[in-house]
């Protein structure tokens, strides 16, 4: 049997992710694989890099650190000032520290104890694209760079942008790399019932919502035989969490982490 972690993205929403894993790993549950897209291959990466209640430890202490706030903690002149010459808000510094001291700046896909891939969008193919081996900072940074908030990551002559927009919570590679245990990671968006847009800022997230849970639903009706996948519980959310706004809001992080825990713990138990 193999058993895969499947991390999905979601932005701040993503905190819910470290408590699910704190739920499998104290029950012994541990990977063979995982594979994750944005935010779900930040905290995939560090698993796959220590799968371990350590490694638990240090991603709830990055979720709540003030240096996370950065990321996104850019002033509002300076957002605009950047989002009129360029095609971000955001600078990728900050990530990039994150990610360099907490999985290591010189760590290779390919060395992790656990077999590790994230997914990016690649530009210029119009193409899901699959990092299975090279620099791991580098290739989770192509994962998360979403589209309007962070620059595209130009990698051997391609530019990727955040694999939310091809493959956001990837189950079929899950399946497609030899699992027949899936634990899906996924921070609560899915289990929201969609509403028409009202308003501007909505209209690209309801065709994005509509695109990621179209796929996912796809990929989950097509389980083959023989492959058991249990999507795990965030314990809840707000509607306030779906606002296009909402961000670069990490104040509610160690809630999501603590709720997902108490009811993935709950769902692990009455297997």
Same mark, same amino acid.
């Given at each position: 049997?193999?058993?895969?972690?499947?991390?999905?993205?979601?932005?701040?929403?993503?905190?819910?992710?470290?408590?699910?894993?704190?739920?499998?790993?104290?029950?012994?549950?541990?990977?063979?694989?995982?594979?994750?897209?944005?935010?779900?291959?930040?905290?995939?990466?560090?698993?796959? =890099?220590?799968?371990?209640?350590?490694?638990?430890?240090?991603?709830?202490?990055?979720?709540?650190?003030?240096?996370?706030?950065?990321?996104?903690?850019?002033?509002?002149?300076?957002?605009?000032?950047?989002?009129?010459?360029?095609?971000?808000?955001?600078?990728?510094?900050?990530?990039?520290?994150?990610?360099?001291?907490?999985?290591?700046?010189? =760590?290779?896909?390919?060395?992790?104890?656990?077999?590790?891939?994230?997914?990016?969008?690649s530009i210029e193919r119009a193409a899901e694209h699959w990092f299975?081996?090279?620099?791991?900072?580098?290739?989770?940074?192509?994962?998360?760079?979403?589209?309007?908030?962070?620059?595209?990551?130009?990698?051997?002559?391609?530019?990727?942008?955040?694999?939310?927009?091809?493959?956001?919570?990837?189950?079929?590679?899950?399946?497609?790399?030899?699992?027949?245990?899936?634990?899906?990671?996924?921070?609560?968006?899915?289990?929201?019932?969609?509403?028409?847009?009202?308003?501007?800022?909505?209209?690209?997230?309801?065709?994005?919502?509509?695109?990621?849970?179209?796929?996912?639903?796809?990929?989950?009706?097509?389980?083959?035989?023989?492959?058991?996948?249990?999507?795990?519980?965030?314990?809840?959310?707000?509607?306030?969490?779906?606002?296009?706004?909402?961000?670069?809001?990490?104040?509610? =992080?160690?809630?999501?982490?603590?709720? =997902?825990?108490?009811?993935?713990?709950?769902?692990?138990?009455?297997?």
């Amino acid at each position: 049997m193999t058993t895969a972690f499947v991390l999905g993205g979601g932005g701040v929403l993503g905190a819910a992710e470290v408590g699910m894993l704190r739920a499998l790993i104290e029950r012994g549950i541990k990977p063979d694989v995982v594979v994750g897209t944005s935010i779900g291959a930040v905290n995939g990466a560090a698993i796959a =890099a220590d799968p371990s209640e350590n490694a638990i430890q240090q991603l709830a202490a990055v979720w709540s650190s003030p240096s996370t706030k950065e990321i996104y903690g850019d002033s509002y002149a300076r957002q605009l000032r950047r989002f009129a010459s360029r095609t971000h808000l955001h600078s990728p510094a900050p990530l990039r520290r994150i990610l360099n001291r907490t999985l290591g700046e010189e =760590a290779l896909i390919e060395d992790l104890p656990v077999p590790f891939q994230c997914c990016a969008a690649s530009i210029e193919r119009a193409a899901e694209h699959w990092f299975t081996e090279g620099p791991l900072v580098q290739a989770v940074l192509a994962s998360s760079a979403v589209p309007g908030l962070l620059p595209p990551v130009p990698i051997d002559g391609e530019h990727f942008i955040d694999g939310g927009v091809v493959n956001s919570i990837p189950v079929g590679r899950a399946v497609e790399l030899g699992a027949t245990t899936v634990w899906v990671l996924q921070v609560g968006r899915v289990d929201r019932p969609l509403q028409p847009p009202k308003k501007h800022l909505d209209v690209a997230q309801v065709a994005f919502e509509i695109a990621r849970r179209h796929r996912f639903a796809r990929e989950m009706a097509a389980l083959p035989a023989g492959v058991r996948a249990h999507v795990l519980p965030t314990g809840g959310g707000s509607p306030k969490d779906d606002s296009p706004l909402s961000y670069r809001n990490l104040s509610a =992080a160690r809630t999501r982490i603590e709720r =997902a825990y108490r009811a993935s713990s709950a769902y692990l138990d009455g297997l």
